[in-house]
């Protein structure tokens, strides 16, 4: 079992660019997560898809960030232009498809945008 | 929706010592708590769960208990050591969705 994978591990950038972060879920996890950890807000759920498909995208901050899920085995999540504020580490995480299921984390990407 | 609130958020013992993390959480219709360590630097980690049809759960030096009519629920860290320095975090799975609400975390610290 691989685990969840996250790419890159770390990224750092100036402000304006484009990030993009990459996730492959857990092989036959139907739910896919994708949180930011900060100090100030803790672990915020940003948004999670369900069988490729976006279920909750409540807390994705602004419409600087966009996520997608092209297929069941990866997902990405983008932001553009990038500013300091997003400089957090982002986590994704993958559940099998029941209920009372646990989520499984990948190492997280520490992003750094100066 | 749920709302989960975790006490203490730093917690200090010394080795051999017992620890207690203590969750609240607003929505009766929750049924699943997971409880995550992270250590620094690292990703969070399932260390137990718990559902609601049981109340109490162990696993070696780790219990959780749920008592869902009062709506709270603990972890129990028993003869405790460095390695178990870490923040943990306790989460409620919002009913009807399959996203977890996290705590805002406690950072114990284990001194030898």
């Known amino acids: 079992d691989a685990g969840v994978i996250q790419s890159p591990r770390h990224e750092v950038t100036e402000m304006g660019q484009e990030v993009t972060l990459r996730c492959k879920p857990i092989?036959?996890?139907?739910?896919l997560f994708w949180y930011r950890q900060t100090m100030m807000r803790g672990l915020e759920l940003l948004i999670y898809?369900?069988?490729?498909?976006?279920?909750?995208d409540s807390g994705m901050p602004e419409d600087r960030f966009s996520a997608k899920m092209p297929n069941a085995s990866f997902s990405t999540l983008k932001i553009q232009p990038s500013e300091p504020r997003d400089s957090a580490v982002y986590f994704c995480?993958?559940?099998?498809?029941?209920?009372?299921?646990?989520?499984?984390f990948g190492d997280g990407t520490r992003l750094s945008i100066l | 929706g749920e709302n989960v609130e975790q006490h203490p958020s730093t917690l200090s013992v010394q080795e051999g010592d017992s620890a207690v993390i203590k969750c609240t959480y607003s929505?009766?219709?929750?049924?699943?708590f997971p409880w995550y360590k992270q250590e620094l630097g690292k990703r969070p980690q399932l260390i137990i769960d718990?559902?609601?049809?049981?109340g109490e759960k162990k696993d070696q030096r780790i219990a959780v208990t749920l008592n869902k009519t009062a709506k709270h629920f603990s972890l129990h860290i028993t003869e405790t050591q460095p390695e178990d320095s870490a923040v943990y975090f306790c989460?409620?799975?919002?009913?009807?969705?399959?996203?977890?609400?996290f705590g805002t975390g406690t950072r114990l610290l284990v001194s030898p």
């Open positions: 995480a993958s559940s099998l498809l029941y209920s009372n299921q646990p989520q499984h």
């Open positions: 092989s036959g996890h139907d739910y």
């Open positions: 898809f369900n069988n490729n498909v976006p279920i909750d």
């Open positions: 929505d009766s219709a929750s049924n699943y």
């Open positions: 718990i559902r609601s049809n049981v």
């Open positions: 989460a409620a799975e919002e009913a009807g969705f399959q996203k977890l609400v």
